[in-house]
C-alpha cells in the first residue's frame, strides 16, 4: 500500500499550549485506523488539522503528496456532534444534498445524476422517509446517520469520522460499521476517532494513539501494550481485548507535572517548565 497521508512534525497550539505536538503519521491507502486517546488528546483537532481547519503552528500535512486546500479528490469529514449547531434550519435532504455541491460549487444546481446519487446515500444509511424533516427534530442517531449519508454523496476517496459511535444508539453503531465494511471494500482510507479501545483494537487494521504527542501507530498489537496505555491514560481504567486494564499512576507525560524523560517535544518541555516553575 502506498502513503495516501503523510503529517510531517505537525504541531497546533491553541492559547499558547499545544492540542497536537510534533506529530509524524504515515497513512498508508486504503487502512481503515482508528484514532484514540483520553479527553483532549487532541482527536478532534487531528481531523481538523487534516480538513485545513486548524492552522499549524509547525510541520505539513500532505494527502497524495499535496497540501490539504490542493487536494482535488474528495475528503470527507464527519464532526463529533457537540460541534455542530443542530439548530441549523435546513432539512436531511439539504444536508446530504451538500456532499455533492463539493468546493466552490455552491451556486450549481443539482442534477439528475446529484439528486440519484443523494436517495442512493439516504437509501444506503435507511433513513430516505426523513428526507424533508428539519435536522434538528431528529434523534442522534438519525442525525449521525444524515451526517454519513452526507459524506457517503461526496463518494471520499478519505472519510474522517470524529466519534461516530459515542451518544448514538446501536442500530447506527451497526449501520456505521456496516458503512465502514462496505468502504474497505471500494479502498476508501477511513480514520474513526473513537473511546472504544475494545473496537479499535477488534476492527481496525491500524491504531493511532495520542496524548497530544504521537504515544504509537500500528497494529492493535503493536500500539496497546501496557506501557503506551499508561503514557495515553495512565491513571485510568481502560478496556482492551476484552480485559479491563487500571492503567498505573501516570507517567505525567503530558500533564501539568511530568515530562517524559528523555523526550524533547514540546509538550514534555512544556510539563518539565510547568513543574519546574511550581512553588
Ligand atoms: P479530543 O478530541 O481528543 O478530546 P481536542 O482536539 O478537542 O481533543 O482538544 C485538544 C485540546 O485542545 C484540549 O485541551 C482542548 O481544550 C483544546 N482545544 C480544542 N479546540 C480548541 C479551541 N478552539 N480553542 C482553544 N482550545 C481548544
Ligand atoms: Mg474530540
Known amino acids: 500500500m502506498t502513503d495516501l497521508l503523510e503529517l510531517r512534525n505537525v504541531s497546533v497550539f491553541y492559547g499558547g499550549r499545544p492540542a497536537l505536538d510534533s506529530v509524524n503519521l504515515h497513512i498508508p491507502h486504503g487502512a481503515q485506523v482508528a484514532v484514540v486517546g483520553p479527553n483532549g488528546a487532541g482527536k478532534s483537532t487531528l481531523f481538523k488539522a487534516m480538513m485545513g481547519l486548524a492552522p499549524l503552528r509547525t510541520g505539513e500535512i500532505l494527502i497524495h503528496g499535496r497540501p490539504p486546500s490542493e487536494y482535488r479528490d474528495p475528503v470527507a469529514y464527519v464532526p463529533q456532534r457537540e460541534e455542530v449547531d443542530w439548530r441549523f434550519p435546513v432539512t436531511v435532504f ?13 451556486l450549481k444546481r443539482l442534477s439528475v445524476a446529484d ?146 524523560d528523555g523526550c524533547r517535544c514540546e509538550t514534555c518541555n512544556w510539563a518539565r517548565g510547568a513543574r519546574e516553575d511550581e512553588p
Open 94 to 106: 439539504d444536508v446530504v444534498a451538500m456532499g455533492r455541491y463539493g468546493r466552490g460549487r455552491w
Open 115 to 260: 439528486r440519484d446519487g443523494i436517495h442512493r446515500s439516504l437509501e444506503r444509511l435507511n433513513i430516505s422517509d426523513l428526507a424533508q424533516r428539519p435536522i434538528g427534530e431528529l434523534s442522534g442517531g438519525q442525525q449521525q446517520r444524515v451526517f454519513l449519508a452526507r459524506a457517503l454523496a461526496q463518494k471520499p476517496h478519505v472519510l474522517l469520522l470524529d466519534e461516530p459511535f459515542t451518544g448514538v444508539d446501536i442500530s447506527t453503531r451497526e449501520a456505521t460499521l456496516e458503512l465502514l465494511s462496505s468502504l474497505k471494500a471500494r479502498s476508501v482510507t477511513v480514520l474513526v476517532s473513537t473511546h472504544d479501545l475494545d473496537l479499535a483494537s477488534g476492527r481496525f487494521d491500524q491504531v493511532v494513539l495520542l496524548n497530544r504527542c504521537l504515544i504509537s501507530a500500528g497494529s492493535p498489537d503493536e500500539v496497546f501494550t501496557e506501557k503506551h496505555l499508561q503514557a495515553a491514560f495512565g491513571g485510568q481504567m481502560v478496556v482492551v481485548n476484552g480485559k479491563a486494564i487500571v492503567v498505573d499512576q501516570c507517567c505525567g507525560a503530558h500533564g501539568p507535572v511530568g515530562g517524559v
